[in-house]
Nanobody, 137 residues
Framework: QLQLAESGGGLVQPGESLRLSCVVS????????IGWFRQAPGKERESVAC????????YYADSVKGRFAISRDNAEGTVYLQMNSLKPEDTGVYYC??????????????????????????????WGQGTLATVTS
């Protein structure tokens, strides 16, 4: 059974950091692209960052570029999202999700040029329960 479990959220002040973890089980991590998404209260879900399966290429939303870093440890079955210089607008529930056999053009569209749209669920079929990150002074 394919499962993803996020952790690492919490309450921090602006400018501080958090490191989120996404532990996967039931599938081989290196075969999947893993994306991070977030949803703030009352807002639509948005894409944050992604790391692809084949060459480890990464993609970031403009709002987090230069502040967030995504990485993966295939041996540990874990994907990380290092979030630095956090802002109040980074507040939300952060989800990780898995997609099989993703091409770079589609990932570029979802995470950089267009952003997340509900129909992208056909690619990212497997989701974790989410972890809440709150940035407030």
């Amino acid at each position: 059974q394919l499962q993803l479990a996020e952790s690492g959220g919490g309450l921090v002040q602006p400018g501080e950091s958090l490191r989120l973890s996404c532990v996967v089980s039931g599938f081989t991590l290196e075969n999947y692209a893993i994306g991070w998404f977030r949803q703030a209260p009352g807002k639509e879900r948005e894409s944050v960052a992604c790391i692809n399966s084949n060459d480890g290429s990464t993609y970031y939303a403009d709002s987090v570029k230069g502040r967030f870093a995504i990485s993966r440890d295939n041996a540990e079955g874990t994907v990380y999202l290092q979030m630095n210089s956090l802002k109040p607008e980074d507040t939300g529930v952060y989800y990780c999700a898995a997609a099989l056999n993703m091409d770079s053009t589609t990932l570029q569209t979802i995470f950089v040029t267009l952003g997340y749209r509900p129909w992208h669920l056909r690619y990212f079929e497997h989701w974790g329960q989410g972890t809440l990150a709150t940035v407030t002074s």
